[in-house]
């Protein structure tokens, strides 16, 4: 419905888009700094080293106040679910409801322990209890990001249920959850998540020697969020391929638009770059021979369907393929970084402190979380026209409400106060609250 230039499909997406995207950064961080203080707690304990220890306790110190926002910003997004897409809602609510349900009893799940974490530290004398404490929180955490990555991947293949004229039947929940699409998609969002806030805590750690902080306490932490990056890199770009596969399989409209696929072939080539002429010629793009075969099936010689297949109004947008090409540019920096930080780490007279290899680390971290910004909108605007792939469009599930313009406003600035606060609180709390001196209060300061 468009009235006076004003069409509510347009906003309810602005403001979603909008929602995810700011909600996405303190999610991130919600899911994978649990697992990098687990890592330091678990190491401080084995080898009797303060400096991990700490390290674990000052992440933790962090780790509430993005919890904090990233809770706020969720909760938009529930009722936003609600308000902006009826439509949506009301067909696969009875689809996804367990997911979301389940979402919540997650992160009641990790609030509980991560209170009780905080709450003990140096009360047991056995420092495992207090470890002990924190599984629950990484496992709550993670669950959250798995459950609420189900809602998504059920929205890119729907199945679980039959829909005849609009209305749903024979709806069966775990079938729902279970999408062909919710392994990759799954795996993915978790060892991205981890991947970036072991660059984040890396670039913080970076950051602090570059000015001069060469004590013993920022060189470990160093250490172990690069080692833990790489390791990450690795598993995320395995998890990668697998997911170019399910694309092939599942949604070959979304890569072949990707890749400006138009033609079904055998021996498809990987594009990069480039410019589309009107006529759907690729101009000024690097072609690899064999590519996009392998990328989608394994097999140089395999047949990818083209976009041609599908009707031009299913088709996606074509400049997801620049989404798609940023994407990986921003993957093989992060290669790069990960890869040399550990070349040098093992080499004999390797030296991970060079100022270039620092400065390469601090810019890894927005570059992280560029890629996760990057991955979703690639996700969400490669799905389109659907909101529900081949069953309802995205016209379709949005509300008719006149008033999503100032709803958008009202958000955004929510979102920015919230932004600026947050970032201001972890400033103060940690400006004047240096490692050094709480590791020389605590009586444990390291030769």
């Known amino acids: ?157 729907p199945v679980g249920f039959k829909l005849t004229d609009g209305l749903i039947s024979e709806v069966n929940p775990i079938a729902a959850m279970l999408s062909p699409a919710m392994p990759t998609k799954v795996a993915h969002v978790l060892s991205s998540a981890y991947l970036t806030c072991a660059f984040v805590l890396a670039a913080l750690t970076a950051w602090k020697l570059l000015k001069g902080k060469d004590h013993i306490y920022y060189k470990k932490a160093l250490k ?27 949604q070959p409209e979304k890569l072949a638009a990707a890749e400006w696929h138009f033609d079904t072939a055998a021996k498809a080539p990987l594009v990069l770059g480039g410019v589309l002429t009107d006529n759907n010629e690729i101009k000024y793009g690097l072609e690899i021979p064999y590519g996009l075969s392998i990328l989608a099936h394994s097999n140089p010689f395999a047949v990818v369907k083209g976009l041609n297949d599908f009707p031009e109004d299913e088709r996606p947008p074509l400049w997801i393929h620049y989404l798609f090409d940023i994407k990986m540019g921003y993957v093989a920096f992060m290669v ?47 799905r389109q026209p659907w909101i529900l792939r081949g069953l309802m469009r995205t016209t379709e599930g949005a509300t008719t409400s006149e008033h999503v313009d100032l709803m958008l406003w009202l958000f955004t600035l929510l979102y920015v106060g919230l932004g600026i606060s947050s970032v201001r609180v972890l400033l103060k709390m940690f400006k004047n609250n240096h490692a050094e001196d709480e590791l020389a209060a605590l009586g444990k300061e390291a030769s």
Do not use: C
């Open 1 to 157: 419905m468009l009235l006076n230039g004003y069409d509510p499909v347009v906003y309810s997406r602005m403001l979603t888009s909008l929602t995810l995207g700011f909600h996405i950064i303190y999610a991130t961080i919600g899911v994978g700094v649990p697992l990098m203080i687990a890592l330091a707690e678990w190491i401080g304990i084995r080898r009797n080293d303060p400096h991990y220890l700490l390290l674990a306790r000052r992440w933790a110190r962090g780790f509430v106040i993005t919890v904090a926002v990233g809770v706020v910003t969720g909760t938009a997004i529930g009722l936003q679910l609600s308000l902006l897409w009826p439509s949506f809602m009301r067909v696969a609510g009875q689809s996804i409801s367990l997911p979301l349900f389940l979402e919540t009893f997650a992160f009641f799940f990790e609030a509980i322990f991560l209170g009780i974490y905080l709450y003990t530290w140096d009360r047991f004398k056995n420092r495992m209890t207090h470890f002990l404490l924190l599984i629950p929180v990484v496992i709550g955490s993670s669950a959250s990001a798995f459950f609420i990555t189900i809602v998504n991947a059920f929205m890119n293949y």
């Open 224 to 250: 172990l969020t690069m080692v833990s990056a790489f390791i990450f890199m690795i598993s995320t770009a395995l998890i990668g391929d697998l997911s170019g596969k399910y694309l092939a399989k599942y």
């Open 336 to 382: 790069a970084v990960s890869l040399l930080f550990v070349i040098e780490m093992v080499r004999k007279r390797g030296n991970v402190y060079r100022r270039w290899l620092l400065f390469a680390v601090v810019a890894a971290a927005p570059i992280a979380m560029l890629t996760i910004e990057h991955g979703w909108i690639f996700s969400e605007v490669g």
